[in-house]
């Protein structure tokens, strides 16, 4: 069984920064993708960034410039750094990883969810 455990939400002003962490744990081969989705109240979860082991990066256009995702290989964590946040961020946050399990299938994985909140 894999786990995702995030952290690193919570209650910031407009221009403010947060930082999420998620970490994998559990037994499994790799992982491939790891990322971050947000949904916020009567709206679709969308994508916020993804990244490869190999650290090819990818973002949602409104957080371009914005938003740093990063990712810890050795410790099985990915962050995301959020800089100059707007009321429109706020969500909640999931992270999402591509694990490939010991019988090497490819399983998507989620986080339990964490709540960042952007007042203006």
């Known amino acids: 069984q894999v786990q995702l455990v995030e952290s690193g939400g919570g209650l910031v002003q407009a221009g403010g920064s947060l930082r999420l962490s998620c970490a994998a744990s559990?037994?499994?081969?790799?992982?491939?993708?790891m990322g971050w989705y947000r949904q916020a109240p009567g709206k679709q979860r969308e994508l916020v960034a993804t990244i490869t082991s190999g650290g090819s990066s990818n973002y949602e256009d409104s957080v371009k410039g914005r938003f740093t995702i990063s990712r810890d290989n050795a410790k099985n964590t990915v962050y995301l750094q959020m800089n100059s946040l707007k009321p429109d961020d706020t969500s909640v946050y999931y992270c999402?990883?591509?694990?490939?399990?010991?019988?090497?299938?490819?399983?998507?994985?989620w986080g339990q969810g964490t709540q960042v909140t952007v007042s203006s």
């Open positions: 999402n990883a591509k694990v490939v399990t010991l019988t090497y299938r490819e399983l998507d994985y």
């Open positions: 559990g037994r499994f081969r790799r992982i491939n993708v």
